[in-house]
């Protein structure tokens, strides 16, 4: 057992760029499983969607002024040449398994091969990724451009090996943050890296001025567009200071302070989920289920050295524990600054917003991989291989299973917004108006009509709308529930308007969600 424990560690050694390639081929293949298994897109996906199609095609489009427009922008270049919505989740599958691939550059150049192929494998298999790749999500894209900003950084700063990467961070930078949000809390925790290991010294780098002057010409054009649109350089910023009215407090979100401490830290206690998702009882599916989990709490064994020696990170005296400082900062500060976020601004949690952070966490995982193998080999080498290989197998198959039965279980939804919206696009022309009561992002692009919003018990703005547009349809959509659910518009004008096509929750159609009037605009001279 032993030798065969010393060649497959020196096959991983060797064989590791054929491995990795097995890993990304596994990664893609699985992506191309559920890329098209979802009968309809979210509100997100059509927000996106038709922007997209409206810089592509100048189709209608309703997404909020906050809305990040730089990937909707490449997808409207497919859009112009004639690709289609297939076309851009291809495209956005070779993005997710390009974060698969970051993650084995980062654990390969903090630690080595070894973690880097595992930590990899982790990624490919991590199911709340694998759900968000098989809809139109920017999230992916938010793993990919951190990771990258941050793994430059650290190649070109902190192990100063080229220059190059630290004015290549500065371009991620100041276009990611039109691409997606999320990507301007990378400058806390750089902030937060060099004043804790250097203080201020670093404002004396010239390399760090001319990375800040690369990232503003690179937002440049982004800030203009949007100053000209919006009025606004940067919406999502103007959205966030306006909540209210800048000022947070806890008697104004109802919460205690206990509550604020729990919503701050929610993304840590999130990693429970993240490792260790739900399964069904028995023994296999808990050993599946707390595998993951296992190897990162005995990875974090790894960075006792840098606690211990924190002192000499502080000194700036140990290039080795900087490194790992820096890579531990990685993962904590995103979990603590959306964190934070979720507990100032009464936002909810989700997985996805921390994708950044979870190259980190897997390369722990990885990492809990030699800890572990260290630990028991003291008593039996062999036992500490064929437990390092439950784990993994174990691991690997939980967020397998757990991915696939989260993303069968949510495939239907929203389908009868697509049956409905392509019934209206069928049945009206380019230019049409319509009015209604629903999800309107959702109905735009579905039908690549303009909806006019009328509900919510005004009767005259909704006949008023009527008789400046002279709309053919009026959509009712059950699934903005708190909005709609009490709509008596339709009711009241039976006489103006009559239902002439109904899409139902259940096969027997006696729950219909979504309801198709046809107006009579005679009646409404």
């Not at 090996?161 to 691409?179: E, H, P, S």
């Not at 991915?403 to 929203?414: G, P, R, T, V, W």
């Not at 909704?462 to 659910?485: N, Q």
């Amino acid at each position: 057992m032993s030798d065969f424990i010393e060649k497959a560690k020196e096959f991983i050694e060797q064989k590791h760029r054929l491995i990795l390639i097995l890993i990304l081929a596994f990664a893609f293949i699985i992506r191309l499983k559920y890329m098209t298994i979802n009968a309809a897109v979210w509100w997100d996906e059509a927000d996106y969607l038709t922007l997209a199609r409206n810089y592509g095609l100048g189709t209608p489009e309703q997404a909020a002024p906050w809305r990040a427009r730089l990937v909707p922008m490449v997808w409207g270049i497919f859009y112009a040449i004639g690709a289609n919505e297939w076309v851009i989740r291809f495209f956005n599958q070779f993005i997710a398994v390009g974060g698969v691939l970051l993650t084995y550059f980062v654990g390969k150049e903090f630690f080595n091969k070894t973690t880097g192929l595992l930590a990899s494998l982790f990624m490919a298999v991590y199911f709340e990724h694998l759900f968000w790749s098989a809809r139109v999500s920017l999230d992916v894209y938010s793993l990919l451009l951190f990771g990258l900003a941050t793994f430059f950084f650290y190649k070109g700063y902190v192990k100063n090996q080229n220059n190059k990467y630290i004015y290549a961070t500065g371009a991620i930078y100041g276009a990611g943050i039109y691409a997606y949000d999320g990507i301007g809390f990378f400058a806390i925790f750089l902030l937060l890296f060099l004043l804790i290991t250097e203080r201020l010294k670093f404002l004396k780098d010239k390399r760090l001025w001319i990375m800040v002057g690369i990232a503003l010409l690179c937002a440049l054009p982004f800030a203009i567009y949007h100053q000209v649109e919006f009025g606004h350089p940067y919406p999502r910023l103007q959205l966030f200071s306006s909540i209210h009215g800048g000022q947070i407090t806890v008697a104004e979100e109802g919460q205690s302070t206990g509550s604020l401490i729990s919503d701050t830290f929610s993304y840590f206690k999130g990693i429970g989920y993240y490792l260790s998702p739900p399964l069904a009882s028995g023994i296999i599916w808990m050993i599946a289920k707390w595998s993951l989990l296992i190897l990162f709490l005995t990875g974090l064994l790894a960075f006792a050295n840098m606690f211990i020696g924190f002192d000499k990170i502080w000194k700036n005296e140990n290039k080795q524990l900087k490194s790992e400082f820096y890579l531990f900062l990685w993962g904590f500060s995103v979990l603590l600054i959306f964190g934070i976020v979720n507990a100032i601004s009464a936002f909810y949690f989700e997985p996805r917003f921390v994708f950044p952070a979870m190259p980190v966490i897997f390369i722990v995982c990885a990492l809990g991989i030699s800890q572990m193998f260290k630990l028991v080999s003291k008593y039996s080498r062999e036992a500490a291989a064929v437990i390092a290989l439950l784990l993994v197998f174990f691991g690997v198959y939980g967020q397998l299973t757990y991915a696939d039965m989260l993303i069968e279980n949510k495939k239907d939804s929203f389908a009868q917004e697509k049956l409905g919206g392509q019934w209206l696009k069928e049945h009206t022309s380019s230019g049409d108006v319509l009015v209604g009561c629903g999800l309107t992002v959702p109905i735009t692009y579905y039908s690549e009509r303009d909806i006019k919003r009328i509900g919510s018990g005004n009767v005259t703005l909704a006949d008023e709308t009527i008789k400046k547009y002279k709309p053919r349809y009026y959509v009712l959509d059950g699934f903005d529930y708190a909005a709609c659910s009490n709509e008596q518009y339709p009711a009241l004008n039976q006489d103006k308007m009559q239902p002439v096509m109904a899409f139902f929750l259940d096969e027997a159609q006696t729950q219909p969600v979504y309801i198709i009037f046809e107006i009579n605009n005679a009646a409404y001279q």
